[in-house]
């Protein structure tokens, strides 16, 4: 199969654009039904192989909560086989990088390259964070009917400080942009100046595959990582 499929240059300008406007973009177009439901069947199966329940919050996103199931980077290479060798793929960095305009990289560092989330129970959801990395490309494996909850809200142009992070005050003098998602849908994301949750489901099942990809100048950056370490260290719920 073919593993990228990729855009015209007008139609990556359009999707840049969308970035740029509200953070993220819907791109399945890049990459054949064949090869996002291989993706979707591999997250699928590990999650329910493999997840981990977490309930945390951190006060360096304003206590927003992390109500979820997860597999981590290490845990997909051990089991798994589509996941990796498409985290590895030069077209996909090619494909990426021609729609964001700018070069990117594999993210350095590593237990943030590729991990599985999913959210099961009502009230679950990925609360309001930035990315410690420039862009994600995320899978969806499955997810609610929007009516239920699971899709993306996003204010991009926003800067993470881990110290004061002002959440509540941007949420208050921004417009947040919502994006709908069907299950085998593909979307890219500038990450790290976009702050971006997943709205809480009510019932149904999200699963999805995160990738994350570097910007030139964040390779060599000093980079701290509370929220990524302890939600992928952090002991689970029994």
């Not at 964070?129 to 420039?134: I, L, N, Q, R, V």
Request: aromatic residues 8%; proline residues 7%; glycine residues 8%.
């Amino acid at each position: 199969m073919d593993l990228v499929q990729p855009m015209s240059p007008y139609q990556a300008g359009l999707a840049r654009r969308e970035v740029d406007r509200q953070g993220c973009v819907v791109v399945s177009e890049l990459f054949g039904a064949p090869l996002r439901d291989a993706v979707a069947s591999e997250a699928v199966r590990l999650a329910g192989a493999l997840g981990v329940r977490r309930d945390l919050e951190f006060a360096e996103t304003g206590f927003s909560p992390r109500r979820m199931c997860n597999v981590t980077q290490g845990q997909i290479i051990e089991r798994g086989v589509v996941i990796p060798r498409m985290y590895e793929s030069a077209a996909l960095l090619d494909a990426v990088s021609s729609v964001v305009g700018e070069p990117v990289f594999p993210c350095p560092y590593q237990p943030e390259r590729f991990v599985i989330t999913r959210l099961e129970q009502p009230g679950d959801t990925h609360g309001w964070h930035w990315d410690d990395y420039g862009y994600a490309l995320v899978w969806v494996a499955e997810c609610p009917d929007p009516a239920d909850g699971g899709f993306v809200e996003s204010i991009p142009g926003t800067a993470w400080d881990k110290q004061r992070p002002g959440i509540e005050q941007i949420l208050r003098d921004s417009h947040v942009h919502r994006l709908n998602l069907s299950v085998g849908d593909v979307y890219l994301m500038r990450t790290d100046t976009t702050l971006h949750r997943v709205h809480p489901i009510e019932r149904g099942r999200r699963t999805i595959v995160n990738m994350a990809f570097a910007r030139h100048d964040e390779l060599c950056r000093s980079v701290t990582h509370e929220t990524m370490d302890a939600l992928w260290s952090t002991p689970g719920i029994g």
